[in-house]
């Protein structure tokens, strides 16, 4: 018998991806929904999907067993945010202000706004108080029904602030039920004080900065803005190289703004995902799509900048293309912090259905920081991750927009979240 100390009964129906690794192309557009299922946790993990007849059978209820009532809800797997800017100092509404006046972000940044703004800020800050404004991020975070969401550095840009980013980021997923994938994103800009030295900064941080972070276990993967005005192919490619010798897993800002080929880089250098891609060309669209190499498409950006132009989604989908959507939740071009609302926008401006929607925040957006054989899907043997919305189905997650669907949610087999109220600590 399997002993369950946490039990959702009777759920009225239960939604996951089309299946529990990655979708691809037009399966993209298929869910699995079903009805009056019952999903029990040992601890963390789930042990029991089936119905009720199953679960007499093969399951027993520990003595301090959870039980809930599923008839009312709609449930999903917590939604998982695959570009995250977590942990920086202050905010930059004043530059928001200058943007909506018609000023860009590159100018912006050429006045000594924009990264460095926030890296000035962030390099002022105490660790503590980087905690403790990260902790209330998450908390909005987790409200909205992100369960995991991986977490960059890159707003310290030497060795004392990347690695203060990074610990901060370790501190707070001790204790957050949030769980935390870091990423050293220390090549996210050129530090004034390296201005027109690309190399020795890229140097420093392969020399200085990496080998510590890979000493202290506090980062996973290794990113790098690849972007005209920040790191051109060449540079990216010689850093990346460099990050590969060390033992990390790669990542890309790819061709946000204009195409160097940064695509093609991620797809050469078996990146796990390739992020932004707004400006990809025919040809990288043709090769990335046929790779494994993910796309994480960021529509928060493009709707915050007012710009005018989106990543071209359908056209990775029709390919077979990996797609994803993430937050990147940031200062200055995304200040958005909501998966719920990233799906959203995946379907009023990228063009996806509900269904394709929903794959790229859950088990895609996953697979895209290598946790799709832990999260993403409700499965035997993956975390107990699971939202409770009561709504009368899932499709009115998109159609009444503006509220909060989520009623409960659950991290790891603990109820974390009850009636759109923190709980977790209690």
């Known amino acids: 018998m399997i002993e369950i100390n946490t039990l959702i009964k009777n759920i009225k129906e239960l939604i996951n991806p089309a299946n529990d690794l990655v979708v691809r192309g037009a399966e993209l557009n298929s869910i699995r929904v079903s009805h009056n299922v019952w999903v029990g946790a040992t601890g963390e993990d789930i042990t029991f999907i089936g119905f009720e007849e199953d679960f007499n059978k093969n399951c027993l209820l520990s003595e301090d067993a959870v039980v809930i009532d599923g008839s009312i809800f709609v449930a999903m797997p917590g939604f998982v945010d695959p570009h995250n800017h977590l942990p920086f100092a202050g905010t930059r509404q004043d530059e928001f202000r200058m943007k909506l006046q018609g000023v860009s972000y590159q100018e912006i940044a050429q006045k000594g706004g924009g990264i460095k703004g926030t890296v000035r800020k962030t390099r002022d800050i105490h ?88 000493e202290r276990d506090l980062a996973e993967f290794v990113d790098i803005f690849c972007e005209d005005g920040y790191f051109s192919y060449d540079e990216a490619e010689y850093y990346l190289d460099r990050a590969i010798e060390q033992g990390f897993k790669l990542k890309i800002h790819a061709d946000e703004f204009s195409s160097n080929n940064a695509a093609l880089l991620a797809v050469r250098k078996k990146a796990l995902s390739a992020e932004h891609l707004i400006a990809m060309t025919d040809e990288e669209i043709e090769a990335i799509s046929a790779s494994d190499t993910s796309c994480v498409f960021l529509p928060g950006v493009s709707f915050f900048l007012k710009m005018k132009k989106y990543a071209p989604v359908r056209q990775v989908i029709q390919k077979n293309g990996i797609v994803a959507l993430g937050s990147d939740f940031n200062p200055g071009s995304s200040m958005i912090s909501s998966q719920l609302f990233i799906m959203l926008l995946g379907i009023f401006q990228l063009g996806l259905t509900i269904e394709e929607a929903l794959n790229t925040v859950t088990i895609n957006a996953a697979y895209a920081i290598d946790r799709q054989k832990r999260v993403g899907s409700i499965a035997i043997g993956k975390r107990l991750d699971l939202l409770l919305m009561d709504i009368p189905d899932y499709s009115y997650m998109a159609y009444h927009i503006g509220i909060n669907p989520i009623h409960t949610i659950i991290k790891s087999g603990e109820i974390v979240v009850k009636d759109r109220h923190l709980v977790y600590g209690e």
């Open 127 to 214: 660790i503590d108080q980087l905690i403790d404004a990260s902790e209330e991020r998450l908390n909005h975070i987790l409200l909205t029904g992100t369960t995991t969401c991986e977490a960059k550095s890159g707003y310290g840009l030497d060795l004392e602030n990347e690695l203060k980013q990074l610990e901060a980021i370790k501190a707070v997923d001790a204790f957050h039920p949030v769980e935390l994938v870091p990423t050293f994103l220390g090549a996210h800009e050129i530090p004034e004080e390296y201005t027109g030295r690309n190399m020795e900064f890229l140097n420093m941080l392969v020399q200085e900065v990496m080998p510590e972070v890979r």
